[in-house]
């Protein structure tokens, strides 16, 4: 299984990037998918989840409104659109996998099993 993750780079504040995530080794279309980031000195935290369908998302308090999460099943890719970023969205964002089936999405990181190696964002103010 490979997630890899790219799409990251430095920003000013209130521009936007499109993170990708490309999948590899699992049946990609059954899976539910995840965006995780992890800022300097500071916990792993959720960000946006997705559907096997892409029917249902759902987004952290902290970035509703200003990212917007999508999936290709065709190609097995994962976006994540972020717009109107904010110097507090710099960290380290991560896409990654359960290893099990999901009707919808899980929203606790111990529910995923395969992990991106992650690609930086910086948003400079």
């Known amino acids: 299984v490979q997630l890899q993750a790219s799409g990251g780079g430095l920003v000013q504040a209130g521009g936007s990037l499109r993170l990708s995530c490309a999948a590899s080794g699992f049946t990609f279309r059954y899976s539910s998918i995840g965006w995780f980031r992890q800022a300097p000195g500071k916990e792993r935290e959720g960000v946006s989840y997705?559907?096997?369908?892409?029917?249902?998302?759902a987004y952290a308090d902290s970035v509703k409104g200003r990212f917007t999460i999508s999936r290709d099943n065709a190609k097995n890719m994962v976006y994540l659109q972020m717009n109107s970023l904010k110097p507090e969205d710099t960290a380290v964002y991560y896409c990654?996998?359960?290893?099990?089936?999901?009707?919808?999405?899980?929203?606790?990181?111990?529910?995923?099993?395969?992990w991106g190696q992650g690609t930086l964002v910086t948003v400079s103010s």
């Open positions: 990654a996998a359960p290893s099990r089936y999901y009707s919808d999405y899980p929203q606790e990181m111990w529910e995923y099993d395969y």
């Open positions: 997705i559907s096997d369908s892409g029917g249902s998302t």
